[in-house]
């Protein structure tokens, strides 16, 4: 066991939930940007925890308030400026209080988040949140904390994660950092650093523990898992292998897995994922561009037709697999004829969900410093209108299709708009909302759809 925890870092207690204590300073924690870093802040709070900080839920009570970033598009940056600002104000009320900015933003700006006097007292990226404690504890004591170092090794293998999702059912669990692709438009590479996998000794001890605490979903995260790769001097494990070693912890555990790179997905990992039930039928497979063109320019590392070819073998060896993508409208140099074959592409691929975004230039990126941002910004907008409305159509569509199916769902929580009603996810990943009857969050259970919405499926329980 020992071998598993590096020498000379410390361990944590495992912990699953936050334990709080009247007498200890408190760490509010604020997340913004990817699921990545969702789950680096339940990695935050549990080195702040296990050094004498307890994490409260009420930012009016913090004496720390950590604001874990985002870079990804100009205006995650703006969001999180106007954010400081009204920190700013809160500070000025509460001298002691103590901001730190931590995550991509952090990274990215380094030591220009600390200038501003009474600002910003900690600057933290990624890879550095074992310094934490004694960075905080540098501020308390009136000095600036700041370390952005980024690091080739770290992956916080050992930390056990202090769950702040609201549900305990569904998990993130980190299983690699960084990423090597450089797509030219992207900040994630220079925040983030180089990619790195986790021992999956270490995921899988997460795992157990996870189910153990009543957990029925895990979600594998990395920004290319498909390249995951860890090996030691006995033994290597690719992603298909830790894709099984994960679904063999429990049958009623659920695992998913994020992001896909279509340049890197192989036939190996959908031969698994039909291998096991409990490894769901959904993969999140960012196309960017239907045009090869803009695909080269983007550092893509496939084509068009190459990413055409991948669907069709995600639909021969997994036909009950749903298909979501992302999408960039008005990438440098963009033509009216590269947009079209991007709403061609989307025709043909009619996937269940896209995230669409206007190109947004990130300063040092390869596009930045090479290419022109030369698509209008009302061209950019037009063309994502149109982006938008079509995969709003090609949503009903595929939803409507789920009308007289039946599905296994897990129970995941009370829905919005009635007590009376749950809702929680197909191995799809679709929403689905039914009526409660005896169940409770955590139960698996049968139902048949009888209406949608474009992003809801409504159902009634056919078997508990
Ligand atoms: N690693 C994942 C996703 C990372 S970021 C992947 O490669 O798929 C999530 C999405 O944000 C990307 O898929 C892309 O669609 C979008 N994105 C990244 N950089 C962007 C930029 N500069 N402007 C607009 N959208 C961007
Ligand atoms: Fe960014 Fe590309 Fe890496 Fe995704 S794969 S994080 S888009 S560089
Ligand atoms: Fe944003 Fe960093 Fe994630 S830039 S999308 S928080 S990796």
Partial sequence: MSS?????????????KPVYNESLPKVYIETYGCQMNSSDSEVVASIMQANGYSITENLNEADIILINTCSIRDNAEVRIWGRLENLHIEKKKRPSLLVGVIGCMAERLKEKLIERDNFVDLVVGPDAYRELPQL?????????????????????????????????????????????????????PYTRGAERSRDPHTIVREVEELFANGYREVTLLGQNVNSYGWENKEESVNFAELLEM??????????????????????????????????????????????????????????????????????????????????IAGFCSETEEDHQQTLSLMEWLKCDYAFMYKYSERPNTKAARH??????????????????????????????????????????????????????????????????????????????????????????????
Avoid: W
């Fill in 136 to 188: 905080v504890r540098a501020a308390e004591g009136g000095q600036k904390g700041i370390n952005v170092l980024l690091s080739r090794e770290e992956t916080y293998a050992e930390i056990s994660p202090i769950r702040l999702d609201k549900n305990g059912v569904s998990a993130f669990v980190s299983i690699m950092r960084g990423c090597n692709n450089m797509c030219s438009y992207c900040v994630v």
């Fill in 371 to 464: 290419y022109k941002d030369d698509v209008p910004e009302t061209v950019k907008s037009q063309r994502l209108a149109e982006i938008i409305s079509l995969q709003g159509k090609i949503s009903l569509a595929s939803k409507k299709k789920d009308i007289g199916k039946s599905f296994e769902v897990l129970v995941e929580g009370v829905s919005k708009r009635s007590t009376e009603f749950l809702y929680g996810r197909t191995s799809q990943n679709n929403v689905v909302v039914f009526p409660k009857e005896n169940l409770k969050i955590g139960d698996y259970v049968y139902v048949e759809i009888t209406g949608c919405t474009s992003s809801t499926l409504i159902a009634n329980v056919v078997a508990e």
């Fill in 246 to 327: 994960v679904a063999r912890v429990n049958p009623s555990l659920r695992v998913r897995y994020s992001t896909s790179n279509p340049k890197d997905i192989s036939d190996e990992v959908l031969y698994t994922m039909a291998m096991y039930e409990n490894i769901c039928n959904s993969i999140h497979l960012p196309v960017q561009s239907g045009s090869t063109r803009m695909l080269e320019l983007m550092n893509r590392g496939y084509s068009r037709e190459y990413y055409m070819s991948r669907i069709e073998s995600i639909r021969n060896i997994l036909p009950d697999c749903s298909i979501t993508t992302d999408i």
């Fill in 4 to 16: 598993l925890f590096h020498k000379d870092k410390p361990r944590y207690f495992r912990s699953v």
